[in-house]
């Protein structure tokens, strides 16, 4: 099976999850049998899906994966776990930083914390496996305009990515809240048919009424994870994550019984619910 093929497979999976090793909570009957490698991931309230993915993957070519934040450390703290996993799987994964956080400064230059905040990122990069790429605007200063859709939609045209991986839209934060949409426009442009997760940051402060549909266990790949977030000295990292981001990865994996989680939210009517019931 050829990168596409296994990409139509993978989509037309139930309530379309895609992720490697990954659990969707749903309250329906799931539409397949769980396979035996996702038996053992099972339980009374978590449906898995198909977690020899990662095996096949392997012999059929990677997968392009594109995700993006607004700002270094954004992608790491959402869904950083889940991007070391999939590399660690073999897969091509990019992230593209719509800013470099300049605004975030601490006293210091926009210029100047731009490159202390690229130089974190690409480390950060470097430690889960993935590659670092910048959009070009600046921190704080985040705009929807024409010029920025087509700068946009050229990074999907070059990446061409098979799962795609953007921050959600309801967000304290102006930058966040602009780039998904970014992100969002440039997918239903492209009239993909791959999936979007939408990842959560700080939720309670910054992400809010963030229901997410699929979870990812990061236990084997949380020290990862963790240095990933480390490496974004300048934004006191030890703080953010153990304030913030640590307590997040508890709770989702409270709710599928797991040791650590990251969670995702899919775009509606993506999902193969499409009845009421009683109706
Ligand atoms: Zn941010």
């Not at 946009?152 to 991986?165: C, G, K, Y």
Request: neutral net charge; hydrophobic residues 40%; charged residues 20%.
């Amino acid at each position: 099976m050829d990168r596409r093929a296994l990409l139509k497979s993978l989509v037309a999976a139930p309530f379309g999850a895609a992720l490697v090793g990954c659990t969707t909570r749903t309250t329906s009957a799931p539409t397949a049998a769980p396979t035996s490698a996702a038996a053992s991931l099972s339980s009374s309230t978590v449906v898995a899906h198909p977690a020899a993915l990662a095996s096949s993957h392997k012999k059929t070519g990677a997968l392009r994966v594109l995700c993006v934040g607004a700002h270094p450390d954004d992608p790491e703290c959402g869904c950083g776990g889940t991007l070391a996993r999939l590399s660690k799987a073999g897969h091509d994964v990019t992230i593209l930083y719509v800013t470099r956080g300049e605004n975030e400064s601490g006293g210091r230059s926009f210029n100047e914390n731009g490159k202390i905040r690229t130089r974190e990122a690409e480390t950060a990069c470097k430690i889960l496996g993935v590659a670092p790429r910048f959009l070009g605007m600046r921190g704080g200063e985040c705009e929807i305009t024409p010029r920025w859709r087509k700068t946009m939609t050229a990074v999907f045209d070059e990446l061409t990515p098979d799962l795609v991986f953007a921050q959600w839209p309801l967000d304290t934060n102006p930058d966040h809240q602009i780039a998904a949409m970014l992100a969002v426009q440039a997918y239903l442009e492209k009239s993909m048919q791959n999936p979007l997760y939408f990842f959560e940051v700080e939720t309670g402060r910054q992400t809010m009424g963030f229901e997410p549909h699929v979870y990812v266990e990061i236990g084997e790949v949380l020290r990862i994870k963790n240095d990933a977030i480390m490496a974004h000295v300048s934004q006191s990292p030890k703080h953010m994550y153990e304030v913030h981001h640590e307590p997040m990865e508890r709770f989702r994996a409270r709710e599928i019984g797991g040791v650590a989680a990251e969670a995702f939210a899919m775009i509606p009517g993506t999902l193969s619910t499409g009845f009421l019931p009683g109706l």
